[in-house]
């Protein structure tokens, strides 16, 4: 919640520091538009790329055979938390390692496409939570003798790609990925600090103007009976706000801007640390919302990311009928194979699989038509190469849309592109579950591809919801009369 706001006058505070809290104020709520306008973008797109670096450099060890394909990780995370860190013993280093970069991959995709990163969110348990995902890999220490396990292991994987002779550009792809990777740690650790310094002068502003004015402490108090205050201070956020952390710190840090000796200096150093520039500050002033107003080109943008679906449905379609022809060959005789292959139009082949939804994890069995949904998948393949270009004519004829129709479209397909996902996942399973040992070898999975189409499809989605969220808000504000 936004808690800064005109709360100075509801509170009888002392008089030498009502100046001092309309300052802060002040500022503050300067800063925190700085943030939005500047450093939140950045950070967003910093950790967009920590996790697409990760997922590229995860991918290639995987399909390099340095880890082990997580063959039933389809379950997506709702928690904003990093997989085990415990130390991992030697013999179990590769498939232990596997899995948990599995679920790292996993909870990178739910930080950057579900998790709604602003300022209220990251409050200064936000932000341990984001650091705590960030470091979970020690980057600047990738490559020497680090005693964390993770970041031990990944650098015992990493060493194999160099000394692997399988591919002469190995050594460049782990050079490039961990150099990238470390200036992505680095840039979000940044803007982090700074956010991290706004909520802590933030969170001292609340206590100070709800908390204080019902304690009442004193420069006596601080001093001479300072466990009593604070128990006092802890039972009055208690009441007053409740779910809010007890950062015994952060209060110490009032008292001695309060009441200690050098609390004009502090209080001096803490208002030039927020470091507002004049520029935010004049903007401020007169700034008007128009960050809000969203139109048809917001579901347009979305176009370019659904065309980038295509590739991936048509890898994973070519691998399935792979699969399908090596598993069902395998009961026919000479004869049949021949008729088949004579054949233009092959009979319907139903699986019996267990489908899991991507966003929901609702898991059921179901029979699925393997041909009716090999062509759905190749004419939606069709549709989305064209959806991204803006010169071709189905681009052209979605730009001419109404703005209801256009959304309505999007929702339709991003439906369709969710149920791909859950019937795919399904046959990839059950593919995988082969019983002939030496059909099962030539099983080719479909993780890859199915990875990258949840990630899109949840980028997606997030934009579109983004913008029902904002019309609907505009909606109800111009209800009231109030226009932008």
Known sequence: MHFLGPLINNYTVMEENQDFLQQLEEELMAKRVELEEKVLPSLK???????????????????????????YNYEQTSKLEPPSDDP??????????????????SVLDYMNNIFDVNIDKLDLNGIKKILAIIDYIKWPNLGTNTTHSITRGLTMVMDKIVTSNDDPVSSEVRFNSTTTQTQNYNKIKKHLKEISLYQREAYKFRIRTVICPEVNPTADKASKN????????????NAQMPGSPFYRELIEEIFAEDYGMEGEQKKAALLKSLNVSKETRKKQVKKKD???????????????????????????LVKLDHNKEITSDKKKGLK???????????????????????VSGHAR?????????????????????TIGNTNSQQYQKLAEYSEEMLKEFIENNLLELRAFHKKMTGLDEM??????????????????????????????????????????????????????
Not at 369 to 379: D, G, P, Q, V, Y
Request: hydrophobic share 35%; aromatic share 8%.
């Open 45 to 71: 797109t910093d950790m967009r790329n920590f996790g697409n670096t990760f997922h590229i450099m995860y991918t290639y060890l995987v399909q390099k055979g340095f880890l082990k394909e997580d063959l």
């Open 88 to 105: 991992i013993a030697d013999g179990e280093l590769i498939p232990e390692l596997s899995f948990r970069l599995s679920n790292y991959s």
């Open 226 to 237: 300072l466990k009593s205050l604070l128990m006092s201070i802890k039972l009055e956020m």
């Open 290 to 316: 128009t960050s809000r107003q969203v139109d048809k080109n917001h579901l347009l943008k979305i176009l370019p990311l659904m065309e980038k679906s295509a590739d991936q449905l048509a890898s994973a």
């Open 336 to 358: 049949e194979i021949l008729r088949r292959f004579f054949q233009r139009k092959e009979n319907d082949i139903y699986y019996e699989v267990k489908t899991t939804d991507p």
């Open 365 to 385: 069995k179901t029979s699925l038509n393997f041909n009716a949904l090999s062509e759905s998948i190749r004419k939606k393949t069709q549709l989305y190469r």
């Open 431 to 484: 593919f995988k579950k082969e019983e002939d040992p030496t059909i099962r070898a030539r099983i080719k999975g479909i993780k890859v591809e199915t990875e990258t189409l949840k990630r899109l499809y949840m980028e997606c989605n997030k934009s579109l919801q983004e913008y029902v969220a904002i019309k609907e808000e505009m909606a109800q504000l111009k209800a009231l009369g109030i226009e932008n």
